[in-house]
């Protein structure tokens, strides 16, 4: 269940070069080749790489807003943690996040939640609901129909059980296929990535680096990806937390949902990023 895998700086200059951006990976889309012809990876079914248009599914909408960091003139952040809920340690995250008065979101995989419903009962009330799919499946490797159940199912189970409707997808391993994109379409998604994520494995004996790391680099707009559960060395993380969000309080920075901080970005005004 790790999001770790791909060399992020390769990603990123992937993304650059076609303006989709930060952190995740376009599976199957080189470039000059966007959305369809490209060489399928022999573990990539044709189907996944392309935007079905043929088939049962016909494009009901136009765009799907992909979100790696907003911008925003305003110091607000954007906590996420991904993979839960699940008994190790999603518990202490509420807990903590309750102490602190902090606000989150939490990208929930609709399996677990209904196995789990009650760790997080009473207690997203504070918070938002993500998507990230029933079962963690790697999205970007199915084609639209299964893609898009992926995210249906889980849906259905989050708005059932947390009584909120998710409007942000993230997808496992932050992969995107162009079947991600027409199946998230489809159902009214956006994709939400991350633009810092904790570096659990490089600071596992390094507590007190991990902290500076996050508060030295988070930038107004900065979404963050933590984990609620999964490798022990992310606990590195969940008991720094409180010190992160003391240190980012003190450099002014508020805490928000995903919507909200999308919502900030809507307001500012538009300037294009320098190369
Ligand atoms: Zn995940």
Redesign the pocket.
């Known amino acids: 269940?790790?999001?770790t895998g791909a060399d992020d700086h390769g990603r990123r200059a992937l993304l650059r070069a076609l303006a989709v951006g930060g952190a995740g990976t376009v599976a199957g889309i080189a470039a000059g080749t966007a959305f369809g012809s490209a060489e399928a990876s022999p573990a990539t079914p044709p189907s996944a790489l392309g935007v079905a248009s043929a088939g049962p599914w016909r494009p009901v909408e136009g765009h799907v807003d992909v979100t790696w960091a907003v911008n925003t003139s305003q110091k607000l952040v954007a906590l996420t943690f991904?993979?839960g809920p699940m008994p190790n340690w999603t518990p202490m995250v509420h807990d903590i996040l309750d102490e602190e008065k902090v606000k989150a979101t939490f990208?929930l995989?609709g399996r677990r939640l209904v196995q789990h419903a009650r760790l997080i009962h009473g207690r997203m009330d504070r918070h938002e609901a993500g998507n990230?799919t029933w079962a963690?499946q790697d999205l970007s490797h199915l084609d639209h129909k299964a893609a898009y159940a992926q995210i249906q199912r889980s849906h259905a189970a989050i708005a059932k059980i947390t009584g909120k409707e998710p409007r942000h997808l993230?997808p496992?391993?932050g992969n995107i296929g162009g079947t991600t994109l027409s199946a998230a379409g489809s159902l009214g998604y956006g994709l939400v990535l991350w633009s810092i994520k904790m570096l659990e494995k490089t600071y596992e004996k390094h507590p007190a680096g991990l902290v500076d790391y996050i508060v030295g680099n988070t930038r107004p707009g900065t979404i963050l990806l933590a984990?609620d559960t999964g490798h022990p060395d992310r606990l590195v993380t969940l008991r720094n937390l409180a010190t992160m969000i003391h240190g980012l309080r003190a450099k002014g920075f508020e805490f928000v949902t995903v919507s909200d901080l999308i919502q900030a970005g809507a307001a500012a005004p538009q300037t294009v990023p320098a190369p």
Do not use: N
Request: aromatic share 16%.
């Open positions: 269940m790790s999001d991904d993979d990208f995989i990230h963690h993230r496992p391993y984990h």
